[in-house]
């Protein structure tokens, strides 16, 4: 059994996840535990909710976070001053990139899209689509067509039709 209470162990992570907090290493010279003894707390605490000073939303990565988990992550360091943001981020888990990419998403989200043609969604929108799929296939295929009776004419221009009064060689 650990010498130490459950809330001593709180109170030392505390101490060592709040902003500007000493580090294991400082806070082990000071108290004279040791600094692995240190780290393991802070570990064990970022596993276990209620310990640690403030996580990220139930401890999922921040990719993992719902909209409205990132708007208000993206919300609150807006308002908070720069020398704040670095430990508001830390305490977070976040990094900067991870609030200027949901900003932009935001932006985004926010910015007025064309209106999509009805008929689109409808199955004569559909049908239309087909149509027009079927129009290129058949012009592409003519194009083509084109191309081989072209090329056929040239190739008779230049060695003669087929059809020339050239008599087979016997063997005689």
Same mark, same amino acid.
């Given at each position: 059994?650990?010498?130490?209470?459950?809330?001593?162990?709180?109170?030392?992570? @505390?101490?060592?996840?709040?902003?500007?907090?000493?580090?294991?290493?400082?806070?082990?010279?000071?108290?004279? $535990?040791?600094?692995?003894?240190?780290?393991?707390?802070? &570990?064990?605490?970022?596993?276990?909710?209620?310990?640690?000073?403030?996580?990220?939303?139930?401890?999922?990565?921040? #990719?993992?976070?719902?909209? =409205?988990? @990132? +708007?208000?992550?993206?919300?609150?360091? *807006? *308002?908070?001053?720069?020398? /704040?943001? %670095? !430990?508001?981020?830390?305490? &977070?888990?976040?990094?900067?990139?991870?609030?200027? #990419?949901?900003?932009?998403?935001?932006?985004? !989200? +926010?910015?007025?899209?064309?209106? #999509?043609?009805?008929? =689109?969604?409808? =199955?004569? !929108?559909? &049908?239309?689509?087909?149509?027009?799929?079927?129009?290129? &296939?058949?012009?592409?295929?003519?194009?083509?067509? =084109?191309?081989? +009776?072209?090329?056929?004419?040239?190739?008779?221009? $230049?060695? !003669? /039709? %087929?059809? /020339?009064?050239?008599?087979?060689?016997? %063997?005689?």
């Amino acid at each position: 059994m650990s010498p130490y209470s459950e809330t001593f162990k709180a109170e030392m992570v @505390k101490k060592m996840t709040a902003p500007g907090g000493p580090s294991a290493n400082a806070l082990s010279g000071e108290l004279g $535990i040791h600094q692995s003894t240190l780290s393991r707390w802070c &570990r064990q605490a970022s596993r276990v909710d209620g310990m640690s000073h403030e996580k990220s939303p139930q401890g999922r990565r921040p #990719q993992d976070w719902t909209a =409205a988990e @990132k +708007l208000d992550a993206a919300l609150e360091a *807006s *308002s908070l001053p720069e020398q /704040d943001l %670095g !430990g508001f981020l830390r305490r &977070r888990g976040l990094h900067r990139s991870h609030l200027d #990419q949901w900003r932009q998403q935001m932006l985004v !989200g +926010l910015e007025e899209k064309p209106r #999509q043609r009805r008929s =689109a969604k409808t =199955a004569e !929108g559909r &049908r239309l689509r087909e149509l027009e799929k079927e129009l290129r &296939r058949k012009n592409a295929a003519l194009a083509e067509t =084109a191309a081989l +009776l072209v090329l056929k004419k040239k190739a008779s221009a $230049i060695w !003669g /039709d %087929g059809d /020339d009064t050239m008599t087979p060689r016997s %063997g005689k």
